[in-house]
């Protein structure tokens, strides 16, 4: 069974660097059929996609986070990764790492989550 | 990007039938059928339980269904349980953004 799980700082400082690893078990991130993203959400709030990025790693990311939003992806570790520079306190999220279907636009399935806050 | 909108709450009895409506535009949920939906318990991440508008994915109840009418999408949950409290929320393909979400709808088991 397919598990993801999200590691990472659980608190960053304004202007810095959020960085986030997403561990893939159960599963191979080689699987031509999907891509691997990220998800968050703010607190009380819904559900904000990030980007997603397939495994030879081919990206696309949201318009309203592009400039600030890079992902990566290690097949050998099978893991991925998120990055998003300069946050602000509009950045606090909980943010899920996901399984995309790129065609059908469903994710399935979630990392349990993991709270990031900016806070000086 | 706008979000798809979603009634912020509904309710019902055990046992009844209740429809979560999700709009949009033919840009998104009218111009696809690419509607999926999202079961999200307190602190839990969300799960998956209908995609391509109609379909659910293995392990999910038939208690639970979707239809589209135009730029409208619809989830259904029959006979309601008290297992089904939780946050629903709609997805689609958007020609703007790619992905977009609702706001997200509160179901209450009276």
């Known amino acids: 069974q397919l598990q993801l799980q999200e590691s990472g700082p659980g608190l960053v400082k304004p202007s810095e660097t959020l960085s986030l690893t997403c561990n893939v078990s159960?599963?191979?991130?080689?699987?031509?059929?999907?891509?691997w993203g990220w998800i968050r959400q703010s607190p009380g709030k819904g559900l904000e996609w990030i980007g997603s990025m397939y495994y030879s790693g081919n990206t696309y990311y949201s318009p309203s986070l592009k400039s600030r939003v890079s992902m990566s992806v290690d097949v050998s570790k099978i893991q991925f990764s998120l990055k998003l520079n300069s946050v602000t306190a509009a950045d606090t999220a909980v943010y899920y790492c996901?399984?995309?279907?790129?065609?059908?636009?469903?994710?399935?399935?979630w990392g349990q989550g993991t709270l990031v806050s900016v806070s000086s | 990007q706008s979000a798809l909108t979603q009634p912020a709450s509904v309710s019902g009895s055990p046992g009844q039938s209740i429809t979560i409506s999700c709009t949009g535009t033919s840009s998104d949920v009218g111009g696809y059928n690419f509607v999926s939906w999202y079961q999200q318990h307190p602190g839990k991440a969300p799960k998956l339980m209908i995609y391509?508008?109609?379909y659910r994915p293995s392990g999910v109840s038939n208690r639970f269904s979707g239809s589209k009418s135009g730029n409208t999408a619809s989830l259904t949950i029959s006979g309601l349980q008290t297992e089904d409290e939780a946050h629903y929320f709609c997805?689609?393909?958007?020609?703007?953004?790619?992905?977009?979400f609702g706001g997200g709808t509160r179901v209450t088991v009276l």
């Open positions: 159960g599963g191979s991130i080689s699987s031509r059929s999907y891509y």
């Open positions: 997805s689609s393909y958007t020609t703007s953004s790619h992905v977009v």
């Open positions: 996901v399984r995309h279907d790129p065609l059908a636009n469903w994710f399935d399935p």
């Open positions: 391509d508008v109609t």
